[in-house]
């Protein structure tokens, strides 16, 4: 039994030490639509080479000896070119490949040449998500797995690109958060009263037209190529060129069109506004205590109905209908919570990497409604990497 052992441990070793004699180099890539040079590819699969310990790795600078006789070595891809490389540097294989980027994937490609043999002993072609910094790892992988080795299955599921219906990064996704800045214009009802009427009476005091100033957060929960569900929430104040502090936050389910990025959303607003109980004559709003103060002086003063020098009531006093008082918007009153329905229609104009949101939005109660233009700006983020 140990002569059986000792024999199998030699023969393992024998095979390791013949497996180490094999020799391969790493020809410059072919690089497209990313920032990185064919050399530097090169050096990303020369040392996931070496982690492997497999061949011995012929380095660049030995490789350089060779090759500054032929300079079409330096941009030799094909299959010919490879095994004619390889002869000249003496190695058993020859490994080559390309790196290419399409907008939100890389795609790379990696082939190995048996160099006596003259054929193409193996290839591998894989889509990684559009991760630049992480090309090391993604080269890696194809020449972990060319050579039957199972890489890392946590750093393969983050680094390949999925092509889903709903995606996190590859897929339908423009995310418009950002500030937004805009005018808007209180167009019926009583609101235009409350704005209009004078501080004496509660009113704003200001014209119906305001700037407002704001910031937009925004969630994709649904996005395909040309179709995106958006949760969206706006925290919007207006009339501050008018001495005015008026805050609305506004919660809206949003679905964007196409790739001209049109959009259409709708939702909740909600505020704080003022109101008290009164009555609006000939124009003038008084609040129930002033009216009916004003009200009983009428009925005092009058000579018919109240006796100025004995005191003597013609005409008993009566307080005006309940019925006649409603609810008015009142900057004297009490502060109570708002709401508003908001619906909105607009589209993104694309500039690179600048997203331009620019909507049209109507809100209104039973008070009357706003109607309001808004424009925003914010640039695409970068993807997040899987160390990060």
């Known amino acids: 039994m140990k002569t059986k052992h000792y024999l199998l441990t030699l023969l393992f070793m024998m095979m390791t030490i013949t497996g180490m004699t094999e020799t391969i180099a790493v020809s410059n890539f072919s690089t497209s639509g990313l920032d990185i040079k064919p050399e530097f590819a090169a050096k990303f699969a020369r040392l996931e080479l070496i982690k492997m310990d497999k061949y011995k790795v012929l380095d660049e ?6 090759m500054e006789g032929n300079t079409d070595f330096y941009t030799c891809y094909g299959k010919s070119c490879l095994i004619e490389l390889g002869k000249a540097l003496k190695v058993d294989y ?15 490609t990696i082939k190995l040449i048996d160099v006596a043999g003259s054929n193409l002993k193996a290839t ?84 119906p037209l305001m700037t407002t100033i704001g910031y937009q957060f925004e969630a994709q929960y649904i996005g395909t190529e040309n179709f995106s569900a958006l949760g969206e929430l706006v ?41 008290s109980t009164g009555i609006e004559v000939d124009g003038v709003y008084y609040r129930k205590a002033d009216y009916e103060q004003m009200k009983y002086e009428q009925w005092r ?70 109607i309001g233009a808004s424009v925003g700006f914010n640039v695409n983020k970068r993807i997040k990497l899987i160390n990060e």
């Open 94 to 108: 020859v490994l080559s490949g390309s790196v290419d980027g399409f907008s939100n994937k890389i795609v790379i």
């Open 235 to 275: 925290f919007n104040i207006g009339g501050m060129e008018q001495g005015q502090f008026i805050p609305t936050m506004t919660l809206m389910n949003g679905f964007r069109f196409g790739k001209a990025g049109w959009e259409f959303a709708f939702g909740p607003s909600f505020g704080v506004r003022k109101y």
């Open 301 to 370: 003063n009058d000579p018919t109905q109240f006796n100025q020098t004995t005191g003597e009531v013609y005409v008993d006093y009566v307080a005006p209908d309940q019925s006649l008082y409603s609810k008015f918007l009142d900057k004297r009153g009490s502060t109570e919570l708002n709401a508003n329905w908001v619906m909105a229609f607009g589209r993104t104009f694309r500039s690179g990497a600048l997203n331009i949101p620019v909507n049209l939005y109507y809100s209104s109660n039973k008070y009357g409604g706003i």
């Open 124 to 207: 591998r072609t894989m889509e990684f998500d559009n991760q630049n910094s992480e090309l090391q790892r993604m080269i890696g992988i194809i020449i972990q797995e060319m050579h039957g080795v199972t890489p890392d299955p946590f750093t393969k599921s983050q680094l390949e690109y999925k092509n889903e219906v709903i995606t996190s990064n590859n897929v339908g996704r423009m995310n418009n958060s950002g500030p937004r800045v805009g005018i808007a214009y209180v167009a019926t009802g009583d609101l235009t009263k409350f704005y209009t009427r004078k501080e004496a009476q509660g009113g704003l005091g200001i014209l």
């Open 61 to 66: 600078f030995d490789m350089a000896e060779v």
